[in-house]
Each structure stands twice: as C-alpha cells, then as structure tokens.
C-alpha cells in the first residue's frame, strides 16, 4: 500500500481548506439557478441533516441520476438484506428521484465539497462500515480521508476512458496512491479493468455493466392511455433527456421532418425538467403550439410539441413515441443509458458524444440496435428513415431488446463480489454464486 501520501495530494487538501470558505459563494450562486437546494446547505459543508441509523452501514456515493439510476438494484438488495444505505448524489434532480425511488432502510444526503473539513465531519457523523463510489467518482480528499479511516472502499461499477487513463499516467505518484486507496474495483469491462490495473489497482473484478440490469420503467396506464387517445393516429417521435442547445436542433430537426409528415408531433423532454420555462420560450419563438405535462394541457390537434416537464415518467414517454432521439450526445455531457428506452420499444437514435455508456452504445452501434448521427443536421433524416419505415423499427427495437437481455448479470455477480465486505448475517442472506455454465 502506498501510504505516504504525494505532495501533490498535500497540496490539494490545503488549498481545498484554503478555499472552503469560497464554497459558500459557488453554493449560493449554483442555488439561484436551482442546482442546490439553500435549506439542505449544511449536508455540502459535511454537516448531516440526520441521525445515523443503527447497524451496518453502507455508503455509496453517485454523481446523478444516470449513476443513481444504475444502482438502485443494488441499494434495493443490500437494504433488503438489512444494511442501512446511505446514498449520496450531488444534483438536485438524483435527490428528487432519491426521494421518490429508494426502498426503506435507505437515505440520501448531498454529498460534502471535497475538502477535509467537510469530508471529516460527513464520516465522523455517518461512520460506513463500507464505502463505494460509481463509475468514475474520483475525488482525492474523499479517497484520502476514507484511506485515513481504513474503511473498506470498493468502486462499483466502474469506468475510466482512454482519455482519463492517459492524464492520470502522468501523475503516475498521485494515481498510484489514489487508486490502491481502493480494496476492490468492480469494471463495466475488461477495457476498463486493464486501465485501472495499469494505474495501480490491486484488486480488479469484471461482473459487468450494472446499467444492462436495469428495469423497464414503469408507466401510469391510464394516464399513458388518456395521452395515446388524445393523440390519435398522429405520427410521434421522442427528444429525451435533452441538454441545452440539444432542443435547438430537436425543433429544427421536427421543423423539416413536417414538410415529410404534416401531422407530426414532438415529445420534448429536458434532462432537467427546472429548464421547462427557457424551453417553452425557445418552441414559441419557433411559433410552435406547445402543450406542457405539468400545468395538465391536453394534446390538441393543433399541438406541435408536448413538453415533458417532469421527473420519473420516462417510461409514459418513451411509451408514447416509436422513435427517440436520446440527448446528451450532441452535447459534452457523454451521452445517457439507452437501455430503458431500448427496454421501452422505442428505436434509438443519438448523435456521437457517448463517452459515458461508451461500452453499450459499441455493442449498439455495432449490432444495429442504434442508429449514430455525426451531424446534428442530419438528425431529421434519421428520424424520418424510420418513421416511414414500421418495419425498421420493429427489427431496430428488437435487435436492442435481445441485446440488453443477453447482457444481463452483473447485479447477481456484483452483489455477489461484494460478500467479504458485509457482515456475516449479510453475507448469508445474498445471491449465491452463478455456476460457472451461467456465468
């Protein structure tokens, strides 16, 4: 174990305490723009905004909702096997679907600015018996401070771009002693684990991606229905989980699919549904009809744009559209999960900027589960090469349906790779081991 810590590392701690006090202006300023919410302050100081509960506990920190959303078999299963689950995001939306989402025995927190007096107040109060971090969540003091403690660390579900691997090699001291702070990675893929054992990482496992394990998300039935009613025989396509300048090309993609079919009808749904107002203004602009799902307005035939401003409902949208375009990948947030859509039925379409899901969107790319469009200005004819084509879309769905359900897995070996870390009681009550046939 590397345990002197680089001057690098020491640096960062005392500027990161150095500029503690600067964190209250970010934390206002982000507030104004709805991206904190001012009563829960405290918890990004380290300051807890309740009491930890009794028994075993177990931390697990995800950025967002996308990394939220990918482990929420997990927290399920661990807090039905009596651990108590902390869950610690850092958006606002994660802590909405967090709130809406988690099984009993589970709570969420912000998670604490990543300097050592936030930090060592959050685990002094919380005391995890185990600690995971998601996907690429890697924050030096938050490693530091869990090494100090010699809490059991685990990095569950794991990824590291070519890109990141690339900086982190040349800080070869710092990423040395960063990522032997951790007991066991868990990779997406073998990619993934040969890069982190290149960095250091002495305990490396390969259960899969966590994000093929997801469900299909579920959908009101009769709200679903009174929407398909009210939208007829009309033709429909999805823009979702879109981020800003991502609707731009969505309308102007829906203004030329129109001159092809004349009924046509968009679903918008921004990845942050706080943006419904700036959006609404962007359709009017375009002089759109716009019907909005919060304030209740039904689909007339006038309606060019049914803005879906809400959170937890993507399964009524996705229900609601044959054909989706799925955001984020026009843009540098990396793309999102395309699984629940392709569990949903819906043909998927996204632009290149996938980085995020890069391991999934290969195997969808390849197989022709999702169509990739390079230009945004190209975007239309995707879309209406399969509008006018039923056919496509049932073999595209399909090929994307048996893709994710041939991939499945890796909650049954993760759950099961994480067994050392529980108690004995714990241990004794998770999935047994696939046998190597299933496997």
């Not at 020491?10 to 006090?21: F, I, N, Q, V, W």
């Not at 007991?183 to 966590?210: H, I, K, M, Y």
């Not at 197989?367 to 073999?395: H, W, Y």
Request: charged share 25%; net charge neutral; hydrophobic share 40%.
């Amino acid at each position: 174990m590397a345990d002197r810590r680089p001057l690098l590392i020491s640096l960062y701690r005392g500027l990161a305490r150095a500029l503690t006090p600067i964190f209250n202006v970010l934390f206002w300023s982000r507030s104004r723009k709805g991206k904190e919410i001012a009563s829960r302050k405290g918890e990004r100081f380290g300051h807890a905004g309740m009491a930890r509960p009794s028994g075993h506990l177990v931390w697990i920190h995800a950025a967002s909702v996308g990394e939220t959303m990918s482990i929420l078999p997990v927290i399920d299963a661990l807090a039905r096997n009596g651990n108590s689950v902390l869950l610690t995001t850092v958006t606002v939306t994660s802590a909405e679907l967090a709130e809406s989402r988690l099984p009993e025995g589970a709570i969420h927190q912000f998670v604490p600015y990543d300097a050592p007096g936030s930090l060592g107040r959050f685990l002094d109060h919380w005391k995890p018996d185990l600690a995971m971090v998601v996907e690429s969540e890697i924050w030096p003091c938050l490693f530091d401070e869990i090494h100090d403690r010699k809490i059991p660390f685990v990095l569950l579900n794991g990824r590291l771009s070519d890109g990141s691997h690339r900086n982190w090699a040349r800080l070869a001291s710092v990423s040395k002693y960063l990522f032997n702070c951790l007991d066991l990675v868990l990779a997406q893929s073998e990619a993934d684990a040969a890069r982190f054992r290149r960095l250091g990482c002495r305990n490396v496992e390969t259960p899969g991606n966590l994000k093929f394990d997801a469900e299909r998300p579920g959908a009101d039935a009769t709200a679903l229905s009174a929407l398909r009613a009210q939208i007829g025989e009309r033709p429909v396509w999805l823009a979702a989980l879109t981020h800003p300048g991502e609707e731009e090309i969505a309308l102007q993609a829906h203004e030329a699919l129109k001159t092809e079919f004349p009924k046509l009808m968009l679903v918008l749904v921004p990845r942050h549904p706080a943006r419904a107002d700036e959006i609404s203004t962007l359709i009017e602009e375009r002089e759109l009809k716009v019907a909005s799902r919060t304030a209740g307005d039904d689909i007339l035939a006038a309606t060019d744009v049914y803005l879906g401003d809400t959170l937890g409902e993507m399964g009524l949208y996705y229900g609601l559209a044959p054909v989706t375009f799925l955001g984020g990948s026009f843009s540098d947030v990396g793309g999102h999960n395309p699984v629940e859509a392709a569990l949903s039925g819906s043909a998927l379409v996204t632009g290149p900027k996938v980085a995020n899901a890069r391991a999934v969107y290969k195997d969808f790319f390849s197989s022709g589960a999702a169509i990739k469009v390079e230009d945004p200005g190209n975007l239309a004819k995707a879309i209406a090469g399969l509008l006018g084509s039923p056919a496509q879309i049932a073999d595209q769905s399909a090929k994307a349906r048996a893709l994710v359900e041939g991939s499945r897995g890796a909650l049954e070996k993760t759950l099961r790779l994480l067994q050392p870390y529980l108690t004995v009681e714990d241990r004794d009550r998770m999935p047994e081991a696939p046998n190597e046939q299933g496997s």
